[in-house]
């Protein structure tokens, strides 16, 4: 596919086929994931790949809409800030290169057909408890895996007139 028409065609999914993901599709996935670009190339990530079935009242825990344990996986991004390539200003690039991985993470998903959302909304409290998150990671998103089971809403977005600048703010 193009990738003018994968960024079209991606979705934040809200409901969900029962169907297992293919094990091969899941590898897909995280292997996007794996060769994401992050500062420094140093990957100051870990991604949690959370089976739902007989977990989803503790996942719900962590973000309580239906359509969240819906999907057969859920996935989790943490990041590591003291793996992480730190600008000379101090700003630790962790989140971003987090940012980066889930972006390539739910690009890959759409273009072998399944869906995600991402999920900024969640209680970092309870995904720290439901799944282990060690103190040195920050969890940073998550996102459901699997085959979407409604359509996509037409997509708005800005004019790219308003959002980019040239030369100069």
């Not at 990738?3 to 091969?24: C, H, M, N, Q, W």
Request: hydrophobic letters at 45%; charged letters at 25%; proline letters at 8%.
């Amino acid at each position: 596919m193009e990738f003018i028409e994968l960024a079209k065609k991606r979705y934040a999914v809200r409901s969900y086929k029962t169907g297992p993901v293919e094990d091969d599709k899941l590898q897909l996935v995280l292997e996007a994931a794996r060769l994401a670009p992050t500062a420094a190339n140093r990957q100051p990530f870990r991604l949690i790949v959370v089976p739902t079935r007989n977990r989803e009242s503790e996942l719900r825990r962590i973000y309580n809409r239906p359509f969240f344990v819906q999907a057969p996986v859920v996935i989790c991004i943490c990041a590591i800030p003291n793996e992480a390539w730190v600008r000379s200003d101090g700003k630790n690039y962790s989140d971003l290169d987090a940012a980066i991985v889930m972006d390539h993470l739910v690009l890959a998903a759409a273009d072998l057909g399944l869906g995600t959302c991402w999920i900024g909304a969640f209680d970092p409290v309870a995904a720290r408890e439901v799944l282990g998150i060690p103190e040195q990671a920050n969890p940073i998103a998550f996102t459901p895996l699997g085959y979407p089971a409604d359509q996509p809403p037409a997509k708005k977005r800005k004019n790219l007139d308003d959002l980019v600048k040239y030369g100069h703010w």
